[in-house]
């Protein structure tokens, strides 16, 4: 008979991404109406400077998360990198509050929070899949990616309710930098407390410990060239997912190019947040039913769908936006867990943690390019990053539909 509860590992871990996503999104929605404060003179450069701060803070970092997987893997050790990657990245909410003398540091920010999630995220998954059985894999990563979503609504709310405190009546956004300060300084508390929640982490005992369980235990693979060709060919559809696949503060910044006030595009937000939170479990969930891959095909067809809505949108009818971000938040729940259970679906024994950051990575090194290119398509004409997303997105369709194979789930 399959065991309903969760492992205490499982819960934990959720409840350390709720708190450090109510910390992340108190800050992330208001992020690019900064930079637009702090750079009122050159305006014209904001996009391409937001795809500088997301590219670099997104794909830089996430070169760490394969090293920290392989290294997990090889120490045999989960909660340590965890406890510091969490950490680095709640020390790093510190550094906005010098954003004020420039731009920089809302990069150096975004820079270490990143830098904590590359140590973190691959030992932290990985500790998520040993601590469930093979058959809820998709239930255990949609629980983690719920309460990741649940801790980015309440942040976004705290966000709604703190900007309209600071909102200007007449300009409709906040125009005061000390305002800004403020609610970052209020973000530092749930970082640390999610921090703090870690601590209640037992190890997984891979093993006895004895030297004939050392010896027969697979090292970690480095050599992604010698995984099983389902599991590359399941990288390379990330990797072309993610080129079109930039940042969200480009559909924020879209969503007030489109004609709405800054606490309008914060109540969007958080509705897309409060869809994924309650969808994720059950696609989760119904991946462990029905596999993964068909609930990876709909959704990446249903991002590039919205996505390339968003381009095609006039201020007209702006009215759409928020079902565009509720569609969004459903495309979030069908892919975001489900990716995970299937890179440790096919992972090589002994090496879980490594393909789960080489998949953090490949997303990542996508990444770089993907928000650079969004920023300077949107200086040209705001729709065609959002066009060119739809199109990455077919394109990955395709490859995973005609290369890749899933394992069948075995009872664990």
């Not at 934990?12 to 992330?28: A, C, K, L, P, R």
């Not at 590359?118 to 983690?144: C, M, N, V, W, Y």
């Amino acid at each position: 008979m399959e065991n309903k509860k969760l492992d205490r590992n499982v819960i934990i871990t959720g409840i350390t991404s709720f708190f450090t996503d109510v910390s992340s999104e108190m800050v992330y929605p208001i992020l690019q109406a900064f930079v637009a404060t702090v750079m009122s003179t050159t305006k014209a450069m904001l996009g391409p400077i937001l795809g500088v701060i997301e590219g670099v803070a997104e794909s830089t970092a996430s070169l760490l998360k394969v090293f920290a997987g392989y290294w997990s893997d090889k120490l045999r050790k989960r909660k340590g990198l965890t406890v510091a990657g969490y950490g680095t990245s709640a020390a790093a909410k510190i550094l906005f509050l010098l954003a004020g003398l420039s731009w920089v540091f809302v990069m150096f920010a975004r820079f270490f929070d990143r830098v904590g999630k590359g140590i973190r995220t691959a030992p932290r998954d990985a500790l998520i899949s040993e601590s469930t059985p093979k058959h809820s894999q998709g239930r255990a990563f949609g629980f983690q990616r719920g309460m990741d979503f649940a801790g980015a609504t309440l942040g976004a709310l705290i966000c709604y309710f703190l900007a309209r405190i600071y909102l200007d009546p007449i300009a409709g956004h906040l125009l005061n930098v000390d305002s800004f300060f403020n609610i970052f300084l209020i973000s530092i508390i749930p970082a640390f407390l999610g921090v703090a929640a870690l601590f209640f982490i037992r190890e997984k005992k891979a093993d006895d410990g004895s030297q004939a369980d050392k010896k027969e235990r697979p090292l970690p693979n480095l050599r992604i060239g010698q995984y099983d060709s389902k599991l590359k060919a399941f990288f390379l559809a990330q990797f072309i997912f993610t080129l079109g696949n930039s940042s969200n503060q480009f559909l924020l910044l879209r969503s007030m190019e489109l004609g709405h006030l800054l606490s309008t595009v914060i109540l969007m937000y958080l509705g897309f947040n409060l869809v994924a939170t309650l969808l994720s479990p059950v696609f989760g969930t119904l991946s462990d039913k029905i596999g993964r891959k068909k609930l990876l095909v709909l959704g990446y067809s249903i991002y590039g769908a919205v996505y390339a809505a968003f381009g095609f949108l006039i201020p007209e009818y702006n009215i759409l936006l928020w079902g565009f971000w509720v569609i969004y938040g459903i495309y979030y729940a069908m892919t975001e867990g489900v990716e995970k259970a299937m890179v440790s679906d096919l992972a090589p024994e002994g090496s879980k943690a490594t393909a789960l950051g080489f998949y953090h990575t490949i997303v990542g090194i996508g990444l770089l390019p993907a928000s650079i290119i969004a920023g300077f398509l949107f200086s040209l004409m705001p729709g065609l990053p959002f066009w060119f997303g739809g199109v990455t997105s077919a394109v990955s369709v395709l490859v995973l539909v005609i290369f890749v194979r899933e394992n069948p789930l075995r009872g664990s």
